[in-house]
T-cell receptor
Framework: KQEVTQIPAALSVPEGENLVLNCSFT??????LQWFRQDPGKGLTSLLL?????REQTSGRLNASLDKSSGRSTLYIAASQPGDSATYLC??????????????FGKGTKLSVIP | ETGVTQSPTHLIKTRGQQVTLRCSSQ?????VSWYQQALGQGPQFIFQ???????GRGNFPPRFSGLQFPNYSSELNVNALELDDSALYLC???????????????FGEGSRLTVL
């Protein structure tokens, strides 16, 4: 059974700092890994998708890496801003046939960026 | 391009009642999945619908059921509500016709269910 762990559970940083969020998973047989952002009481916003054959993906100030063999992914946020304050969730999709879109999520890291 | 929309946004029910939640998938997506997110937890997979049939299910009892319609919209039904069913219910759409399929999931804003 796939298990996803995110460390730390909460993180508080001053504005402008670069930071790294960690995600680990127990079963390396994944199809892809997706990072999401969730604001309080809201739905999930997709940030980055990394296919199992890829090592990293970048979008603006965000960079996500994937090391499938060690079961790890990191989300790097450059020059953090107060608007980045949210919970960040990591999710892995298992390998499977067509239509297999089940994601296994971690509990998230709650990020607070202090002005 | 229209994103994933869910209704209602909030609702309150009492124990033993039944509830129906609705989801319209993102334009061009043919697969819909439902997730339950309890407070402070990550979302848990309930089930997935593809071509109007359930083709994947998580560890949820049969009182959680669903439908997918020809236009790919979907419903989640929960019977005999229990207090522990209080959660944010998230719908996600993916897949598609006529476009490269990256496997990325797109979520709606969720329906917040409170069971008293």
């Amino acid at each position: 059974k796939q298990e996803v762990t995110q460390i730390p559970a909460a993180l508080s940083v001053p504005e402008g700092e670069n930071l790294v969020l960690n995600c680990s998973f127990t079963d390396s047989a994944i199809y892809n890994l997706q990072w999401f952002r969730q604001d309080p009481g809201k739905g999930l916003t997709s940030l980055l998708l990394i296919q199992s054959s890829q090592r990293e993906q970048t979008s603006g100030r965000l960079n996500a890496s994937l090391d499938k063999s060690s079961g790890r992914s990191t989300l790097y946020i450059a020059a953090s801003q107060p608007g980045d304050s949210a919970t960040y969730l990591c999710a892995v999709r298992r390998t499977g046939g067509a239509g297999s879109y089940q994601l296994t999520f971690g509990k998230g890291t709650k990020l607070s960026v202090i002005p | 391009e229209t994103g994933v929309t869910q209704s209602p946004t909030h609702l309150i029910k009492t124990r033993g009642q039944q509830v129906t939640l609705r989801c319209s998938s993102q334009s061009g997506h043919n697969t819909v999945s439902w997730y339950q997110q309890a407070l402070g937890q990550g979302p848990q997979f309930i089930f997935q619908y593809y071509r109007e049939e359930e083709n994947g299910r998580g560890n949820f009892p049969p009182r959680f059921s669903g439908l997918q319609f020809p236009n790919y919209s979907s419903e989640l039904n929960v019977n005999a509500l229990e207090l522990d069913d209080s959660a944010l219910y998230l719908c996600a759409s993916s897949g598609g016709t006529g476009r490269p399929n990256t496997g990325e999931l797109f979520f709606g804003e969720g329906s917040r269910l409170t069971v008293l």
